[in-house]
């Protein structure tokens, strides 16, 4: 890079981080998984944040206070969740994963119910999942500002459907998000920020598995848990965004996913995502996500599978940048 264009890339670095914007960082170097993981006493998630290796896990939500799919903001500092005992209308729970210190963005629009999360990849806005309370004609994919929980903006409509937000591009052009409509009909789909250009980039019919694909860092590939077969479990797989390229990523050993739900042996795989230098997947794999689950990482070839955690109940992955140094 020449040093006029490292200059201009480092000033404005420095004043996203003075106003408090996350920096998005293609290439940033991986850093720890955050996850949610089933509290029976609770009945529901919290938050956990873990180093790949599976060395110093720990819980970063309250005792007594819920969590659920933890999303990083990409410096690597903070994270965003998508449902939280501490915003039970709607909105986001945003902790700092080294003090514990947090702040809720509420849902502002008494009209709405809007779980939010998904840090947008310059950490101004968060993806929200939202339901009209009284008219289901509001239904679809919002985003709000991660400041205040403000400035709601439509991206998609869905009256009487759910339209389930997955991930942004790493330009923050595009989202893709998983399609209900009134009938129970399923779909991934891709769409641009403004609501324009949507495009369903699976078959119909696909056994999606819920809740969640991820986009690589290097822009073209989206990586998804699905059903090969009636009877199976889930397993992972990788489409490139424009719907092409559809294949199975071929977890070893081959036992590892996928095997029929009448094996007591057999596990699906989960709630897929990416190292942040696009190298390696991470996912769950378990038979029932708030009982056996736990969290691995493999290569994108499906080579060198790893067990991260190990006590259960453990679901909805996320793999966080390094933090830049103070």
């Known amino acids: 890079m020449r040093k006029i264009e490292l200059g201009l ?7 996203a981080v003075a106003a408090g914007v996350a920096v998005a960082r293609p290439g940033a170097a991986n850093g720890q998984i955050a996850f949610a993981r089933f509290n029976p006493a609770l009945g529901d998630t919290q938050a956990y944040v873990v180093d790949p290796d599976g060395t110093h896990e720990r819980r970063v939500s309250g005792a007594s206070e819920t969590a ?7 410096d690597g500092t903070r994270i965003a969740t998508c449902g939280s005992s501490g915003v039970p209308f709607g909105g986001s729970r945003i902790i700092d994963v ?5 702040r809720d963005v509420g849902g ?26 009284d008219d289901p004609g509001v239904n679809g994919i919002h985003t709000v500002r991660s400041s205040d929980g403000g400035d709601l903006q439509q991206v998609t409509s869905n009256p009487g459907g759910d339209d389930v937000p997955f991930d942004w591009s790493p330009d923050g052009k595009r989202i893709v998000f998983q399609r209900f409509d009134d009938g129970g009909n399923e779909g991934l ?4 920020i403004n609501g324009q250009g949507v495009k369903r980039i699976l078959p119909p019919g696909s056994r999606i598995t819920c809740c969640a694909a991820g986009w690589s860092p290097q822009r073209n590939d989206i ?23 559809l294949h199975r990523v071929a977890v070893q050993p081959e036992s590892a996913c996928g095997g029929q739900t009448t094996d007591p042996s057999a596990d699906g795989c ?5 190292s942040p230098d696009g190298t390696k997947l991470v996912f769950a794999k378990g038979q029932n996500g708030d009982v056996d689950a736990n969290i ?17 109940g453990s679901q909805s992955p996320d793999w966080g940048t390094q933090p830049l140094a103070h």
């Open 68 to 74: 659920e799919c933890p999303r990083w903001f990409s």
């Open 9 to 15: 890339l480092l000033a404005t670095m420095a004043v």
């Open 189 to 192: 789909f891709v769409v641009n």
């Open 108 to 133: 502002l629009d008494g009209a709405v119910f809007n779980p939010c999360g998904m840090p947008s990849p310059d950490g101004s806005r968060l993806l929200c999942e939202t339901f009209g309370i």
């Open 98 to 102: 080294d003090t514990g210190a947090f």
């Open 223 to 245: 990586v998804l848990s699905m059903r090969a077969a009636p009877g199976s479990h889930s397993s992972i797989w990788i489409v490139h965004s424009d719907g092409s390229d």
């Open 296 to 312: 691995y990482t493999v290569n994108v070839d499906g080579t060198g599978l790893t067990q991260v955690t190990t006590t259960g």
């Open 270 to 274: 989960f709630d897929p995502g990416w």
